[in-house]
């Protein structure tokens, strides 16, 4: 609790005490006296919301919920009624105490996230370190992390080994190990031994900075549910007022007393106040967003709380999605060249190539690989890879690539990811690859089908044999293999042209390969994002590790929050519509009128923080 809202407390302690003094005092033979002595509490009490109130009536704004407090209030004092004028203000700012505290709550989980950037960096310079700003710090810059401190910029590591603690960018607390060669990110914590980074990224271009600017904007994207509870607002606020009037006038007409008729149009207008409504649904998207964040999940707006609450079509792309991407190579079969040779041209064509596959022939070849003598590079989409290397033409990738080009395949393995090769057109063998699903693939998929999701897809380039006993082990319900990615685009489309009316079709994939499914999907999921540009840039939602559980995770974290929402509308609407009829036809006075707009909105914002909650469910 800051100084202001504990300054709010005394406040709001005084008006309730000093009331009650004067209650027990009982009223004066001075109506000036009266008014003077519960002034006193009422201007304590409510001086911001008058101030607030007049402020806005100058610029224009008129009708909000302060406007309807004022008007409220100074009517009660009107009609003599000052106890329940100090009382309903006194009630107001208690409930706009707690909005307060949930909302510092709410952004306290997502301020979280802005203490991963260290506010300075230690810098190797001429021997020396020099401790200065990260967003001094230039690309190739040796910098030294102790144990115990965040890493400030992305990087390499050049010396040294340790482990980094993860948790604020993915929620995992199982620790990494990083030795020299890998790759750290920015906000992972330094956790055992002094290391050399150097820097890959400047500090604009860093994934803590990256990180933050998207949760610092998620708020700005909202969803229909909250759009319309704004406009619903801005009509519903003069039509109340307009109502509040027709109903002292009937009133007057109909009994002839004028203050109990004023006094149904003020108890009506207290009633009315969408307070309940403004705030806690907001909050709820809030906080949903906040919860998620703590799992290492980051959502871009509450618009995609919405659209993943009604996931009813789920597709995945294969490798490093639902699979490790860590292949080996299990059979290598040559033709007219010896395994060496062929080995040899099949690493150095791969070396220019960042895809697992690529990475793992590479691996298999036991000598170093001389890059320079590589030329002549082109990479075919979805295809493979074609380069020069020894004077000749070397080509490796698919069968599809083979025959584009000529070349008569002499084989036809049948288990696994198959990569054939030529050289000057001519076919020299193949190698056959292995990978295996994650460990928690398949209880996403099944978490998935639990949760409403009717139908699971599995988009791959990989052969039909590798697709087939990948997806039919993890449960896939729909498998189109050997894809280009021009086709996993079209696959889409038709899926989203034969969807459910009212639901949406969420795609989950690396964010780097796949960035225009993602793009073109209902919500596009990247996993395992920490690091990646391309997938923070296309992706609705980023998940900062490559848990595919954690699919089913932000979808139950949606439906949840969407739930609080649906409560919160359908609590406050209906309490409110019985109390302002009881209000019109005088059976509600202002103490009840208090607990249909202050109880309302507090029982509603208590609901809302709910979405902050997230538990540990699997």
Not at 20 to 25: A, D, F, K, N
Not at 306 to 328: N, W
Not at 428 to 455: C, F, H, Q, W
């Given at each position: ?44 009490i409510g001086y911001n919301v008058l101030y607030s109130a007049g402020r806005n009536i100058l610029k224009g704004q008129i009708f909000d919920e302060k406007f309807l407090m004022t008007l409220a209030t100074v009517g009660a004092f009107i009609i003599g009624e000052y106890p329940e004028a100090v009382m309903v203000m006194t009630f107001f700012q208690t409930g706009e105490l707690f909005e307060k505290l949930a ?453 139950r974290i949606s439906k949840r929050t969407m739930e609080i929402v649906k409560q919160n509308i359908i609590f406050a609407l209906s309490v409110k519509a019985i109390v302002l009829v009881l209000s019109a036809v005088g059976f509600a006075n202002m103490w009840i009128a208090v607990f249909a707009d202050v109880g309302v909105s507090v029982l509603a914002i208590l609901n809302a923080m709910r979405a902050l909650k ?5």
């Open positions: 609790m800051n100084k202001n809202q504990k300054i709010t407390v005394v406040r709001i302690v005084f008006a309730i005490v000093s009331t009650v003094i004067l209650g027990i005092i009982g009223r004066q033979d001075s109506v000036v006296l009266n008014i003077a002595l519960y002034l006193v509490p009422y201007l304590v909302v510092g709550k709410s952004r306290n989980s997502i301020t979280e996230l802005m203490n991963i950037v260290p506010e300075t960096a230690n810098v190797l310079r001429d021997g020396k370190i020099e401790c200065i700003s990260p967003d001094e710090v230039s690309k190739g810059d040796i910098i030294v992390v102790r144990p115990g401190e965040k890493i400030p910029l992305d990087g390499v590591i050049t010396e040294g080994e340790s482990y980094v603690d993860t948790s604020a960018l993915t929620g995992e607390s199982l620790p990494r190990k990083a030795s020299v060669g890998d790759t750290v990110v920015s906000g992972c914590v330094n956790l055992q031994s002094l290391v050399y980074i150097r820097v890959e990224n400047e500090f604009f271009e860093s994934t803590a900075t990256k990180i933050l600017e998207l949760v610092e904007s998620s708020t700005m994207k909202k969803a229909k549910t909250e759009s319309f509870i704004t406009k619903f607002a801005k009509y519903y606020t003069p039509a109340v007022v307009i109502g509040a009037v027709v109903i002292s006038v009937v009133a007057a007409i109909i009994t002839g007393e004028i203050f109990d008729s004023i006094r149904r149009g003020l108890v009506f207008l207290v009633v009315s106040c969408p307070c309940a409504l403004v705030i806690s649904v907001p909050l709820s998207f809030f906080g949903g967003i906040g919860g998620a964040s703590k799992k290492g999940i980051l959502i871009k707006g509450s618009e995609f709380i919405e659209a993943l609450s009604k996931a009813d079509i789920a597709v995945f792309d294969k490798t490093g999605t639902l699979t490790e991407g860590s292949f080996t190579v299990t059979q290598i079969e040559s033709r007219g060249i010896t395994h060496e040779e062929f080995m040899e041209y099949a690493a150095h064509a791969e070396s220019t190539s960042t895809h697992p596959i690529a990475k793992c022939i590479c691996r298999e070849y036991p000598k170093e690989i001389d890059v320079s003598k590589v030329s002549s590079m082109s990479e075919y989409a979805g295809e493979g890879i074609g380069a020069l290397y020894n004077k000749k033409r070397i080509l490796i990738g698919n069968k599809r690539l083979m025959q584009n080009n000529g070349v008569t395949v002499m084989d036809n393995p049948v288990e696994q990811n198959t990569v054939y090769m030529a050289l000057d057109n001519e076919y020299v063998g193949y190698i056959t690859i292995d990978d295996k699903p994650k460990e928690n693939a398949k209880t996403a998929i099944l978490r998935l089908k639990a949760m409403g999701v009717s139908k699971a897809v599995m988009l791959t380039g990989d052969t039909s044999s590798s697709a087939k006993r990948i997806g039919d082990g993890l449960g896939i319900d729909e498998i189109h293999s050997e894809l280009m990615p021009s086709d996993k685009v079209r696959i889409c489309e038709e899926l989203l042209s034969k969807k459910k009316k009212g639901t949406t079709l969420v795609f989950a994939g690396d964010g780097i390969n796949d960035a225009p499914v993602l793009s073109r999907a209902d919500v596009g999921i990247a996993m395992g994002a920490m690091g990646s540009d391309a997938a923070i840039e296309a992706a609705d939602v980023v998940l900062m590790d490559d848990d595919p559980s954690k699919v089913a995770e932000v979808i997230i538990s540990t469910k699997k």
